[in-house]
């Protein structure tokens, strides 16, 4: 036990080096490495990224009969996620139960959505957290949430942080992306919906009935045209708007017909 805690101090204090070295000691001396020695030295290895010594002594550990514990698949998994061993995270994934009887937990399903994830997988980690045979907590949805907002998927990226805001109500970042999603649609909407704006600012902008002119450089929508036909009945007014050609609107009646 106090071999594991030296290992571990070495390892999460970005000296993997020290750490390897140190585990070497320990199996020449005939100490032996138990499981929670490898788990040591493999988490630390995946808190700083040294993936491929993680994954090398994952599988001497196996070599030596050592059997594999949660934490250790906790660890490898990590590691796998921080440099995108996607098949190899899958591989070691579906390795837990079938080869070595662990159930995977909670955990376990984060480090595999936050390996797809990371890998730009979205649909694919989308679909394995409904796949999970229990309810994904807080902690699923938030690896996948900040998987979404660094690949730009704003339709998962909402969805997730609602599914956060069930189980946590108060979570800062959830709250954060529904904020931005509903100034973007707020924003669309404007850019879609701009010949009213126009209307609406050249109304108030005359003191008596005069032709407003709207330019735009696309077709206006169905919506705004008939929205400024019924403007201009109850207003008086005329309208004259370029779409895609000069149309002319007053009370009711379009050129366009």
């Known amino acids: 036990m106090y071999a594991s ?13 020290k750490a390897y070295e140190l585990f070497h000691e320990i199996e020449d001396i005939g100490v032996g490495a138990s499981a929670f020695t ?16 993680a994954m090398e002594m994952f599988h001497k550990m196996l070599e030596d009969g050592v059997r594999p514990n949660e934490i250790t698949y906790t660890a490898v998994l990590s590691a ?5 061993l996607v098949s190899e995270g ?13 159930v995977p937990r909670v955990e376990h399903y984060a480090c595999m959505v936050d390996l797809l994830g990371r890998s730009g997988s979205l649909l694919e980690a989308f679909e ?58 707020k924003e669309q909407y404007l850019f879609q919906h701009s010949e009213k704006i ?28 008939t929205a400024i036909k019924f403007i201009s009945m109850a207003r008086a007014a005329c309208f004259r ?9 007053e009370r009711k009646t379009a050129s366009c017909k």
Request: hydrophobic residues 45%; charged residues 20%.
């Open 241 to 249: 708007y370029r779409s895609y050609k000069w149309k002319a609107l």
């Open 80 to 84: 796998c996620s921080h440099v995108g």
């Open 198 to 225: 126009a209307v609406a600012f050249g109304l108030i902008s005359v003191s008596q009935p005069k032709p407003i002119r709207v330019f735009k450089n696309l077709r206006v929508c169905g919506d705004c045209h």
């Open 5 to 17: 805690t030296i290992v571990d101090a070495y390892a999460k204090n970005l000296d993997s080096e």
């Open 128 to 185: 394995f957290i409904n796949s999970m045979p229990f309810k994904a907590d807080a902690l699923v949805w938030r690896t996948f949430l900040a998987a979404c907002r660094v690949h730009g998927n704003k339709e998962l990226g909402e969805h997730a942080a609602k599914m956060i805001l069930e189980q946590d109500p108060y979570d800062p970042a959830a709250y954060f992306v529904l904020h931005d999603v509903e100034d973007e649609l």
């Open 90 to 102: 899958w591989k070691l994934f579906n390795s837990m139960y079938r080869e070595h009887g662990i």
């Open 38 to 53: 490898f788990a040591s030295f493999l988490s630390g290895a995946a808190s700083i990224n040294v993936a491929g010594k």
